[in-house]
Nanobody, 113 residues
Framework: QVQLVESGGGLVQPGGSLRLSCAAS????????MGWYRQAPGKQRELVAT???????NYADSVKGRFTIPRDNAKKMVYLQMNSLKPEDTAVYYC???????WGQGTQVTVSS
């Protein structure tokens, strides 16, 4: 069993930055691929970024060059560094263990002036 807890969301102005954190419990974190997803009001949940156990990263086109997804296996943490935020980045952001179906509870990110 894996539990995920996201934190770091909030209100930020356009052009600003936020770093989301996802803390994982349980063993074998280092072997899991991890992902960040987001869901805006009235829209389907969409992939933002993933990172494999070997640190291969994949990004949605909409966030390439602005977001990064580092991980710290010793701390069982995965992050989402978000720069140059836009109003369209407003959503609830979720952390997920890829291929296992474990989700966090989500953290709200609002980009507005």
């Amino acid at each position: 069993q894996v539990q995920l807890v996201e934190s770091g969301g909030g209100l930020v102005q356009p052009g600003g930055s936020l770093r989301l954190s996802c803390a994982a419990s349980g063993s074998f974190f280092s072997i899991y691929a991890m992902g960040w997803y987001r869901q805006a009001p009235g829209k389907q949940r969409e992939l933002v970024a993933t990172i494999t156990s070997g640190n291969m990263r994949n990004y949605a086109d909409s966030v390439k060059g602005r977001f990064t997804i580092p991980r710290d296996n010793a701390k069982k943490m995965v992050y989402l560094q978000m720069n140059s935020l836009k109003p369209e980045d407003t959503a609830v952001y979720y952390c997920k263990v890829e291929g296992r179906g474990y989700w966090g509870q989500g953290t709200q990110v609002t980009v507005s002036s």
